[in-house]
């Protein structure tokens, strides 16, 4: 079981970064991937959520209208693509799997407990500066 993130990199203010997360070692389709961020000095926090099978997504309120989250059920990997990145997006972003559908809310967000997910990626690193 693995999770592999790529893509990371140094941006500009309002620039853009794609990141992928590959996924080897489980059933893709049963299972939903979020996407973590930790800034430096700073505690973990979600920003989108995605369920494999029906590619339903969520958005923490930091990142919507801005992050769009998707999947490649083929390839198993899910992308974040992210746009107009602020200074405040810097952080290592990180997915991680866990079993069945994201708790999605009806305003589109999301909520999680950390032990329900039982694979980590090792993270990649975003910037965003001037």
């Known amino acids: 079981v693995q999770l592999v993130e790529s893509g990371g990199g140094t941006v500009q203010i309002g620039g853009s970064l794609r990141l992928s997360c590959a996924a080897s070692?489980?059933?893709?389709?049963?299972?939903?991937i979020v996407w973590f961020r930790q800034a430096p000095g700073k505690g973990r926090e979600g920003v989108s959520c995605?369920?494999?099978?029906?590619?339903?997504?969520y958005y923490s309120h930091r990142v919507e209208g801005r992050f769009t989250v998707s999947t490649d059920s083929n390839k198993q990997t899910t992308y974040l693509q992210m746009n107009n990145l602020q200074a405040d997006d810097t952080a290592v972003y990180t997915c991680a799997a866990a079993v069945g559908p994201c708790h999605g809310t009806p305003g589109g967000s999301f909520f999680y407990d950390e032990s329900d997910f039982f694979s980590w990626g090792r993270g990649t690193q975003v910037a965003a500066s001037t």
């Open positions: 070692g489980f059933t893709f389709a049963d299972h939903h």
């Open positions: 995605i369920t494999a099978m029906t590619n339903r997504a």
